[in-house]
């Protein structure tokens, strides 16, 4: 097992301030919506569901590109100085440069087999008052629309008694996405669009298929409220914007074939039933 640091959070502040750093050499423009909805520094009221820093939450983001987490974490940052920790398949804790930078920032690493332990530990950071990220899709959603989602996010909060945040983000997949490389270009100026949806509360005997149905479509309603309002005019087969709104991205029949054929190559593990 290769060394590890433990978690650190001066580390974490270093990997924030890189990010803004780098948001500010290129220029991004991060254009928030629904931030009240994110934790407010006030006092918790129990009666509204209010969500403040020391009482957890999870926040479920949406997956398009590989730079969406840093997108929700520096919108956090800016909003309460609150830090924001993801599940991280293990595939990217192994990594000899990531896999201790993951380490030091406090994520929760899920491992290959025997995801139990990874379960119980999020589910503590919760109840501990930690903000737990998770991208309930599992995976880059080619498509650039909300893929099957799992159930984990909605049965640890339910488990923890901490509420969903739903955090729809639009425009970060242009920068770096799966068969689209690094373009300075292209993120040179780059707009990234947010949406934070009213925070969910579940119960733990609530039915977590049907709850977590919800969720997914709480997600893609928020991404086409980032649609909506975006500032770049796609062209016509854009290949950044989803097939039913005239984009070149793969249709959702299409995505679930090449998904299934990952999985069989063996680049995609397969979805559990849950």
Request: charged share 20%; proline share 8%; glycine share 10%.
């Amino acid at each position: 097992m290769a060394w590890r640091p433990a978690p650190n959070d001066l580390f974490y502040r270093v990997i924030v301030r890189s990010g803004l750093l780098l948001r500010w050499a290129f220029r991004i423009r991060i254009i928030s919506s629904g931030t009240e909805h994110l934790p407010p520094a006030g006092p918790r009221t129990e009666k509204s569901r209010t969500v403040v820093p020391g009482s957890g939450a999870v926040f479920a983001v949406t997956h398009f590109g590989y730079v969406d987490f840093a997108a929700a974490e520096l919108l956090l940052w800016k909003h309460s100085r609150g830090k924001l920790r993801f599940l991280v398949h293990q595939g990217a804790a192994d990594h000899w440069l990531a896999g201790p930078a993951i380490s030091a920032a406090g994520h929760v690493v899920v491992g290959y087999t025997g995801r139990a332990d990874a379960y119980e530990a999020a589910v503590a950071k919760l109840r501990a008052g930690e903000y737990l990220g998770v991208f309930p899709e599992a995976g880059v959603s080619r498509s650039f629309t909300v893929r099957e989602c799992r159930t984990g996010a909605v049965r640890m909060a339910a488990e923890a008694g901490v509420p969903v945040i739903p955090v729809a983000v639009w425009g970060a997949h242009r920068i770096l996405t799966r068969g689209r490389g690094f373009s300075a270009g292209r993120t040179w100026r780059a707009p990234v669009r947010i949406h934070v949806g009213e925070p969910l509360v579940f119960a733990p005997g609530d039915d977590a298929g049907a709850r977590t149905a919800e969720l997914r479509a709480r997600l893609q309603d928020g991404i086409g409220t980032c649609i909506a309002d975006f500032p770049l005019l796609p062209e016509p087969g854009a290949w950044w914007m989803p097939a039913h709104l005239g984009g070149s991205a793969p249709t959702e029949p299409e995505r679930q074939l090449l998904d299934a054929q990952d999985a069989a190559k063996g680049r995609r593990r397969p979805r559990p039933a849950r």
